[in-house]
């Protein structure tokens, strides 16, 4: 059985950064490609990071790039995301998502049940 | 503001049937790309429900069926239960934006 676990949310400061990792369980982590998507209290979704199955392609939207930084640990089978310069609007539940189908008609076939960032002074 | 257009509610009477339109523009949808759909459960995270248009993953009920045509996509459920009541978020790629999503709605059975 496919699982998803986020753990590293928390309470930041503006300015700060916090680091979440996604435990994943039941597949060959290694062969997927992942994805971090964010859910802003009562909001909607959004995309928030993305890393191929080898680790050498990353994308961010505009929104978080040069802030936030994707990785993974295949030997850990574990997905990381180095958050910095956090602002309030950052806000959100962040889940990970593993990536189904093929670019760039991919979805999220498998969530984990989301880690929530707080942004307050 | 969602690149995807979605209705904020909809709403049905148990059996009845319900429609989630999900309408993009020549860049998304309407270049060809897949859509797919989400469930996300009060509380809990988004479930894949509809992906490559049409498509069901194993488990979920064909009560839920999916289909695009021009710039926009829909999502039936027929015979509406309880268990229906959820959120629902259409998904697509956009030629300028990568991954997008629409704002979600809001299904209340009545």
Not at chain 1, 91 to 103: F, I, L, P
Request: glycine content about 14%; proline content about 5%.
């Amino acid at each position: 059985e496919v699982e998803l676990l986020e753990s590293g949310g928390g309470l930041a400061q503006p300015g700060g950064s916090l680091r979440l990792s996604c435990a994943a369980s039941g597949f060959t982590f290694s062969d997927y490609a992942m994805q971090w998507v964010r859910q802003a209290p009562g909001k909607g979704l959004e995309y928030v990071s993305a890393i191929s199955s080898n680790g050498g392609s990353t994308y961010y939207p505009k929104s978080v790039g040069g802030r936030f930084t994707i990785s993974r640990d295949d030997s850990k089978n574990t997905l990381y995301l180095q958050m910095g310069r956090l602002r309030a609007e950052d806000m959100a539940v962040y889940y990970c998502a593993r990536r189904g189908g093929t670019y760039p008609n991919h979805y999220f076939d498998y969530w984990g049940q989301g880690t929530l960032v707080t942004v307050s002074s | 503001q969602s690149v995807l257009t979605q209705p904020p509610s909809v709403s049905g009477a148990p059996g009845q049937r319900v429609t989630i339109s999900c309408t993009g523009s020549s860049s998304n949808i309407g270049a060809g790309y897949d859509v797919h759909w989400y469930q996300q459960l009060p509380g809990t995270a988004p479930k894949l429900l509809i992906y490559g248009n049409s498509n069901r993953p194993s488990g979920v009920p064909d009560r839920f069926s999916g289909s695009k045509s021009g710039t926009s996509a829909s999502l039936a459920i027929t015979g509406l239960q309880a268990e229906d009541e959820a959120d629902y978020f259409c998904q697509s790629y956009d030629s300028s934006l990568s991954v997008v999503f629409g704002g979600g709605t809001m299904l209340t059975v009545l």
